[in-house]
């Protein structure tokens, strides 16, 4: 494991890239939890109860152990500025591309801070930044999925304005990549976080963990127009992240434990599940595996 101030990188030719959801994980950045500013900070947040974060920090610890096992380089930011609860979740303040970072603008207020963190990350890991979403559009990474190396879908909701995904598409399209507008629904309103990755995961070429009540009919039809085949997850496993699956490889995947009839559905589908302990860093935060990692390199 690597410190992002004392970056000696294992991986051979590129060190960053990958238009994949689910090519072999290289290079990963994550971040170490940042303590509670103080015993309240998790109502601010909307967690549902206070943060434990000695076992926040070895669930992390176990968490990254697991990503190095797989096979990939894992690059270690932080501790970030205590309070910065929703940090943790490298994945949403920015997108990796072939062509250099993106850094998105969060719709959750409390995470703007976070595009500065990701940021000082790149340029200290040499990657360059090719774009930035201004105000008042608003990107998060977790409303956007690589459906192949030149199609992005990204979802239109409470954390992601049409506003954004215009800055998003001008950024992209000179480098050959087309985006498609994807309509979120309502659920719970703004008050509580839903992706476009909450209810689709890809874990190979046109193959996705989903929550088929949640996805619209366009949406669905497209996929399938693409060749896509499904898993689905049954509706008492939406909310303990079965459908938040982190693709290591083509078929070999990271799930959070609690979803039991989700993971035998991946291993009846041929793929190798490997299981980690997230009830801090997944159940108590409402993010799963995803989440918690920013891919900078796959291939």
């Known amino acids: 494991m690597t410190l992002v101030m004392e970056q000696t990188t294992k991986t051979t030719g590129r060190a960053w890239g990958g238009q994949s959801m689910v090519a072999s994980l290289k290079r990963v950045l994550v971040r170490k939890p940042a303590p509670p500013a103080t015993e309240d900070d998790f109502a601010e947040f909307a967690y549902p109860r206070a943060v434990d974060h000695r076992q926040t920090e070895r669930e992390h610890d176990a968490f990254c152990g697991l990503l190095e096992q797989a096979g990939a380089e894992v690059v270690l930011a932080g501790p970030d500025e205590a309070g910065l609860l929703d940090a943790i979740f490298a994945y949403d303040p920015s997108l990796m591309t072939d062509a250099g970072a993106i850094l998105l603008l969060p719709g959750k207020a409390l995470r703007l801070p976070e595009v500065d963190l990701a940021e000082r990350s790149y340029r200290e890991l040499g990657i360059p930044v090719i774009g930035r979403i201004e105000a008042p559009g608003t ?44 309509d979120l629904p309502h659920w719970r309103g703004p ?58 490889a083509p078929k070999r995947v990271l799930v959070c434990n609690g979803s039991p009839v989700t993971r035998a559905r991946l291993e009846a589908a041929g793929c190798s599940v490997v299981v980690y302990d997230g009830d801090e860093i997944s159940h108590n935060r409402a993010g799963g595996p995803t989440c918690l990692t920013r891919p900078i390199l796959r291939a």
């Open 139 to 182: 990107v998060e990474g977790g409303d956007i999925v690589w459906l192949d190396d030149q199609t992005l879908a990204v979802g239109r909701g409470y954390r992601t304005n049409d506003e954004g995904i215009r800055q998003l598409r001008e950024v992209v399209e000179p480098h050959g990549i087309e985006v498609m507008t994807v």
């Open 191 to 248: 008050g509580e976080c839903l992706h476009l990755m909450s209810f689709v995961s890809p874990i190979a070429d046109a193959l996705a963990v989903v929550y088929l009540p949640l996805m619209s009919v366009p949406f669905v039809e497209e996929l399938q127009w693409r060749g896509w085949s499904f898993i689905e997850v049954p509706d008492e496993e939406f909310e303990s992240h079965g459908c938040n699956v982190l693709a290591l």
